[in-house]
């Protein structure tokens, strides 16, 4: 897979529908307007991809799974330049997690 299209189609096969979307303290998802705290959701793979010419095109795709409330989906957020703001609980749910091979080199 050396798409994030291609991952999130995997993802998506494997059960994680949900959208995830970043705020600074949370996750939200706006389908059912739940917002997940750092400590109620897991990563369970993420897949970083770099940009060839344009660090613009760098990004990560979350594999995300709470099992107190029954939840799996994805989180799409750049990196560097263009990652978003974050408060410290989330930066550090968000970089503990199994990996998976880098894509998109």
Sequence with gaps: MTTVSEVL???KKEGYTVDFNLQDNCLICHGNALQLSPD???VDRHYRFEGMSD???EAVVYAISSPQHGLKGTLVNG???????MGAAMVQALSTGPTSPAAGK
């Design 55 to 57: 660090p613009g095109d």
């Design 79 to 85: 990196y560097g330049i263009s990652s978003e703001a």
């Design 40 to 42: 109620e959701f897991q």
């Design 9 to 11: 189609n995997h993802l």
